[in-house]
């Protein structure tokens, strides 16, 4: 069994700073690409940021120079920093990762997180 646990959402006043963590533990073969995606009621679900096994990463324009991604692959954690947060970065906040799992044929498959809340509002 592959699990994907995010922590670290909360409520935040505008301006404030957000550090959001992501580990993936069970039989897992291969850590592929890990990124977040976000949901906020009646939109759909975004890419907020990605980064490769080698560290390349990409962000939505939105949060573009605000959110830093990284990831320590010994520990098979993502994580998303988030400064300078406005209201509109309110939303569920969802850890992905493309991984290859132990068992038969060792396809890629894709994964997702339960979802960890972040609410900006003074």
């Known amino acids: 069994q592959v699990q994907l646990v995010e922590s670290g959402g909360g409520l935040v006043q505008p301006g404030g700073s957000l550090r959001l963590s992501c580990a993936a533990s069970g039989n897992i073969f291969r850590l592929n690409a890990m990124g977040w995606y976000r949901q906020a009621p009646g939109k759909q679900r975004e890419l907020v940021a990605r980064?490769?096994?080698?560290?390349?990463?990409n962000y939505a324009d939105s949060v573009k120079g605000r959110s830093i991604i990284s990831r320590d692959n010994a520990k098979k954690t993502v994580y998303l920093q988030m400064n300078s947060l406005k209201p509109e970065d309110t939303a569920v906040y969802y850890c992905?990762?493309?991984?290859?799992?132990?068992?038969?044929?060792?396809?890629?498959?894709?994964?997702w997180g339960q979802g960890t809340q972040v609410t900006v509002s003074s």
């Open positions: 992905n990762a493309q991984l290859i799992p132990y068992g038969l044929g060792l396809s890629v498959g894709d994964y």
């Open positions: 980064i490769t096994s080698d560290g390349s990463t």
